[in-house]
């Protein structure tokens, strides 16, 4: 049996630099919603964004920028920098993988799948594991823990 505690690759820390670029809550929601709309200023966002504060959506920004993901023009006008344009199809696949593996058949926001994917694949080690079954081939787990698995990461839902 493969040792999936030990990285199987070099590309295991580049994977979890990306995860980390975008994986915090809400920066699929304000990639998305920057997206639609070319380039916005942060109270456009909060009001694009309801569920959240000026000063969550602000916050969201600055990591976003910080994190080269977003470019900030003139008076805190930010439009998705070529960056954050290369997570789109990253953010497909995502959802692709959210709706085969996690939907419930309910309706559910593209940006909500792909936050609920990365939340998944931001469990520790799960980088890991997942290039160890990638070289090594899978084994059959039990189906109580498919089910505690996928229990698990949909608790992480936001």
Known sequence: MPDVMTPATPNAQSINQALDRLAPRWT??????????KHMRAADMAKAMPWTTIETVRH??????QDCLVDRQGHGIYEIS???RSAENVHRTLAAWHRAHFSNGEPMAEAQRVEDALGCLRLKGTTD?????????????TDEH????????LSRRP
Request: charged share 20%; proline share 2%; hydrophobic share 35%.
């Open 82 to 84: 070529p960056l954050g």
């Open 28 to 37: 699929t929601w304000a990639l998305q919603t920057i997206q639609q709309n």
């Open 146 to 153: 498919e089910r505690h698995g996928r229990a698990l990461c």
């Open 60 to 65: 969201v920004l600055s990591r976003m920028y």
């Open 129 to 141: 594991v997942v290039q160890a079954l990638s070289r090594h081939g899978t084994r059959r787990g």
